[in-house]
């Protein structure tokens, strides 16, 4: 089966600068990558995806990449807010079972 | 349109007894997942439901739990003889059918376990 790998676990950035955060998966048949961010006692919020006919997606300060060769796919953040602080969770499915794996998470801190 | 929901939002039982958790996913999501989040950890998978096909437990940690959904809408995860490790959030999440566009999942608020 699948299996995520995601680093770092914790990763701490001064506002303003960009956070990067990596995951790498096990199954070539994935091809459905998404990332969740989890604010403190909130359930998890799908905030971008990306497949794999597709290299890189942006929406406004986020970004994903996805490197399918290699099977790792990052979630880039740029000019990271005190709202930005979370833990991110990278997954992968595959389009045909429809099962996803998630990562271990990220605790993200933007210090203001 | 309502998004997944949860109930109860919080359980307290004591060690031994019998909880039913439901999940309550978006009309139309014929997917269906229930995951497990002690605190400060990951997601962790337990069960995975699609339309009609058998389900996949192979997340489930032993015999005490079980899942069902009966008529391929609302989900019910069963946990017996509940014990103190069990204590964690339980969340259920839904999504598309493999072949539709979108395939992001959708978590519903949690429920919340404590186990005494």
């Known amino acids: 089966g699948e299996n995520v790998e995601q680093h770092p676990s914790t990763l701490s950035v001064q506002e303003g600068d960009s956070a990067v955060i990596k995951c790498t998966y096990s199954d070539s048949a994935s091809n459905y990558f998404p990332w969740y961010k989890q604010e403190l006692g909130k359930r998890p919020q799908l905030i971008i995806d990306i497949r794999s006919n597709v290299g890189e997606k942006k929406d406004q300060r986020i970004a994903v990449t996805l490197n399918k060769t290699a099977k790792h796919f990052s979630l880039h953040i740029t000019e990271t807010q005190p709202e930005d602080s979370a833990v991110y969770f990278c997954a992968a499915s595959s389009r045909n079972n429809n099962d996803m794996r998630f990562g271990a998470g990220t605790r993200l801190t933007v210090k203001p | 349109g309502a998004g997944v929901s949860q109930s109860p939002s919080n359980k307290v039982t004591e060690k031994g007894k019998d909880v039913e958790l439901r999940c309550d996913p978006i009309s139309g999501h014929t997917a269906l997942y229930w995951y497990r989040q002690s605190l400060g950890q990951g997601l962790e998978f337990l069960i995975y439901?699609?339309?009609?096909?058998?389900?996949?437990k192979s997340g489930l940690p032993n015999d005490r739990f079980s899942a069902e959904r009966p008529e391929g809408s609302i989900s019910t995860l069963t946990i017996q003889r509940t014990q103190q490790e069990d204590s964690a959030v339980y969340l259920c999440?839904?999504?598309?059918?493999?072949?539709?566009?979108?395939?992001?999942?959708?978590f519903g608020p949690g429920t919340r376990l404590t186990v005494t």
């Open positions: 999440a839904s999504s598309l059918d493999g072949s539709a566009g979108d395939l992001g999942q959708y």
């Open positions: 439901f699609q339309g009609n096909s058998a389900p996949d």
